[in-house]
């Protein structure tokens, strides 16, 4: 049996009334000729969540309507990548740069971010996916630490993926606040200089258990990190979409997977083939 029949059958088992209409679509629509048992699924995945204010404008829309369908999008990523088996998945949310966005914007995000768990949290609970937030959370208003707290500890038992919010993230921000703890470890005499090395560096990460990203996916036809992941994501495979986030689905999730598959990762060495 296939890794796809025996995986349908164990949702069905959990999910009586879900369809597989995804997987019809899948088999007519997928780009590539690579077939499902060859991809090969990242363990840790990485969206950058893009594009809903373009998505709203083409709809002639108000851009909080682009978020609130790119939120109900992240839930069908979540069913996606559960589908595929991805283990760790990190979505980009908010960044350290998007506060400079108008307030009537960055407050209609973080509503949208209470309502995200209110609405979706007992769809999480049923497919096994434990929350997590990395980022500034510290410095976020206290009323969305206390949801972020909630997220975390209503969570911590499921096991069948990590969905890691980047909430409040930027790379550079995570690398400084890094510096500061290292530095007051070495200020206080417990640490020496010339003991830090790359592994010191991520043990100070905001979830050093998690493992590098292996993909960054970018939706949206923008073709830059914006800060993401940016120790984390030194030898990842990136991929690249027009497509703009709220309209991401599953066909596009599987080229992805498709094209990372295809992909001869060296970090530095030489081919395995040559
Ligand atoms: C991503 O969509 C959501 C956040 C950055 C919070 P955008 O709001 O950046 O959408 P575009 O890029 O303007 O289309
Ligand atoms: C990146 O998108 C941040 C998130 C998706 C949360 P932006 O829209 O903020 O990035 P830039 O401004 O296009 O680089
Ligand atoms: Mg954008």
């Known amino acids: 049996m296939g890794r796809s029949t025996k995986n349908e059958i164990r ?16 088999q007519s629509d997928m780009q590539s000729a690579i077939s499902e ?53 990190t979505v980009y949310a908010f960044s350290t740069e998007n506060w400079s966005r108008p307030d009537d914007e960055v407050h209609a995000l973080m509503e949208l971010f ?60 995570e690398i400084m606040q890094a510096c500061r703890a290292i530095s007051k470890e070495v200020a206080e005499g417990r640490l020496l200089p010339e003991n830090i090395t790359e592994t010191t560096i991520t043990e100070h990460m905001y979830i050093p258990d998690v493992p590098d990203p292996d993909l960054i996916i970018r939706p949206s036809g923008e073709q830059r990190l914006s800060n993401f992941l940016v120790w984390e994501g030194a030898y990842a495979e990136f991929w690249v ?20 598959s295809s992909r001869d990762r060296r970090f530095g060495g030489l081919s395995k083939s040559k």
């Not at 949702?11 to 899948?26: D, S, V």
């Not at 969540?49 to 109900?72: F, I, K, V």
């Open 114 to 173: 209470v309502e995200f768990f209110e609405r979706y949290d007992p769809e999480l609970e049923k497919e096994g996916i434990r929350v997590r937030f990395s980022g500034d959370i510290e410095n976020l208003p206290a009323d969305i630490q206390a949801v972020c707290a909630r997220a975390e500890k209503n969570s911590i038992h499921r096991k069948r993926m990590d969905l890691i919010i980047a909430m409040n993230y930027g790379g550079r921000r």
């Open 11 to 26: 949702l069905a088992r959990l999910f009586p009334g879900l369809t597989f209409l995804h997987r019809k679509k899948k």
């Open 241 to 260: 979409s027009d497509i703009l986030w709220p309209d991401f689905g599953f066909k596009e999730l599987t080229d992805a997977f498709a094209a990372f």
């Open 37 to 89: 048992a060859d991809l090969k699924i990242p363990v840790h995945l990485g969206v950058i969540m893009d594009g809903n204010g373009r998505w709203a404008q083409e709809r002639h829309l108000p851009r909080s309507a682009g978020h609130r369908a790119g939120a109900e999008n992240l839930k069908e990523l979540c069913r996606n990548c559960g589908y595929y088996g991805v283990r760790y998945l």
